[in-house]
């Protein structure tokens, strides 16, 4: 969500090169391609909304009524929704630690994927205890369970690892501090976006009015860096997976 819709999108074309089309939802929802392959929505939020500028992820359900069920269940928010929306149905919420999340039930434009090289690189989770949260998710969305097509998950480098047909689309880490205001280290969700050139996005990003979050890490094998959009939106730009192959299957 964008405080202003035509510069959000002038923003991250030029950083990401991404190309936004309308939707029947109207003129203030657009999504961004890259490629030809939808990556990303950005949608105008209403000026009386007294909220932060942020990217939220979504995620896809056979029954929003039901995993919205789920969440009340296990002492989760249920904030917005389910609502019907568009194509489908949505609802907003919030994990047991405050992190915000979406959920979708019905149709998806087509080719819409994540994960290694693709635009959305992928999701992490930043909160206090990995292990619960991996349980919480894995038992309101169905992770890691015997359906055909259903996510993985495994525990890898001290992360909870998530992959989906083969492609990392979620890590979760622990250890965030409890209550502190700073978004890098408050529970929440944070998106990586796929670059070919992480340097000439962080130029681009910088001369169009956002700024360095957090830089990258020369000494590791990461290549990303962290920024706000001039909405204040948090994102990382990477140009490799930082998530190693071997795995520990949770059980």
Request: charged share 20%; net charge negative.
């Amino acid at each position: 969500m964008a405080r202003d819709l035509p510069a959000a999108e002038e923003f991250y074309s030029k950083v990401l090169g991404w190309a936004f089309r309308p939707t029947r939802l109207g003129e203030e929802f657009s999504v961004g391609f890259l490629d030809g392959t939808p990556v990303a929505g950005i949608g105008a939020l209403a000026d009386s909304l007294a909220v932060a500028v942020a990217w939220t992820p979504y995620f896809a359900v056979d029954d929003a009524d039901a995993t919205a069920a789920r969440i009340n269940e296990r002492s989760a928010t249920v904030a917005v929704g389910p609502l019907s929306f568009g194509t489908g149905r949505a609802a907003l919420a919030a994990d047991r630690d405050g992190a915000v999340f979406g959920i979708w039930q019905g149709k998806a434009i087509p080719d819409w994927s994540m994960g290694t090289d693709k635009a959305p690189a992928w999701l992490e989770l930043r909160t206090r205890d990995a292990f619960e949260a991996a349980i919480f998710y894995a038992e309101v969305l169905d992770w890691a369970c015997a359906q055909p097509g259903c996510c993985q998950v495994a525990y890898e480098e001290d992360h909870v690892v998530l992959r989906h047909q083969g492609d990392v689309v979620a890590r979760i880490t622990g250890g965030a501090a409890g209550e502190a205001p700073d978004p890098h280290i408050r529970p929440r969700w944070h998106v990586y976006f796929y670059v070919p050139d992480v340097d000439s996005a962080v130029r681009t990003a910088v001369g169009l009015g956002g700024r360095i979050a957090a830089p990258a890490r020369p000494a590791a094998a990461e290549d990303w860096v962290t920024l706000f959009d001039p909405d204040g939106g948090l994102f990382t730009v990477t140009s490799n997976n930082p998530v190693p192959a071997a795995a520990c299957p949770l059980r």
